[in-house]
């Protein structure tokens, strides 16, 4: 492992029952630089990013994350790491009964036990960075979705995570709502901060990745420099895809 690579993947195989979805992944994440996964629905994406989080099992091959090593044997191994690992989803799944700020601030005081008053200043920062500082008070159901979507980026982010998964977040949003979504996203990637992305905004992985990883059928297919890979994809498949795709 590089020193700079804060994850490295290693002939990673991972099956649902008798199907293999993930064969033979070798990849490594480098620090605070955007490592975006590209490839058309069903390649894989979702789960090699929920293996990366110890949310699903694999069987064959290792993880190395924080110099620690995961394989398919190691027993409650992410328990220590998960906490440093943010992710967010699709869904915001925010909860609805609380008001923003509540929903922001009740990992780090519960679950990290930081001291509130802390804890609400860096929740106020956030909100702010994000566009919603006048919204702390606001429930769920009374945001928009790309504002849902923004809390809960700030709901990873304050939890101070080394390396956060960002798995086509803008997807279930309005047109006119995914720019913003994508304006943060952008903000977060100036170098402080080691992110995975899936996305199917092209323009928008182009400008923020230093990497592409590109999966097709559970396999990868070509790994490049972010502007490398959009400039000359190598493999005729990742030419197709991204014609495809514009
Ligand atoms: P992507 O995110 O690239 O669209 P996924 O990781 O969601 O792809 O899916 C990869 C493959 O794994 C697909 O064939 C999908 O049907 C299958 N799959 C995903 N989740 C499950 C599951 N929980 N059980 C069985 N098969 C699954
Ligand atoms: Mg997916």
Redesign the pocket.
Known sequence: MVDNDLVKISKLSKF??K?Q??HNINFSIPKNKVTV?L????????????TLNGLEPFQAGAIEVFNQVIDSHTKNGWRDIRGKIGMVFQSYDLFPNMSVIKNVTLGPVKVQKRKVSEVLTAARALLKEVGLAEYENAYPRNLSGGQKQRVAIVRALILRPSLILF??ITASLDPEMVRGVLEILKKLADGKLTMVV?THEMNFAQQIADQVVF?EE?KIVEIGGGQDFFDQPKTLRAQQFLESMS
């Open positions: 649902y029952g199907k979805v993930l996964l490839g058309p629905s069903g390649s894989g994406k979702s789960t090699l990013i929920r798995d086509e899936v999966l559970g």
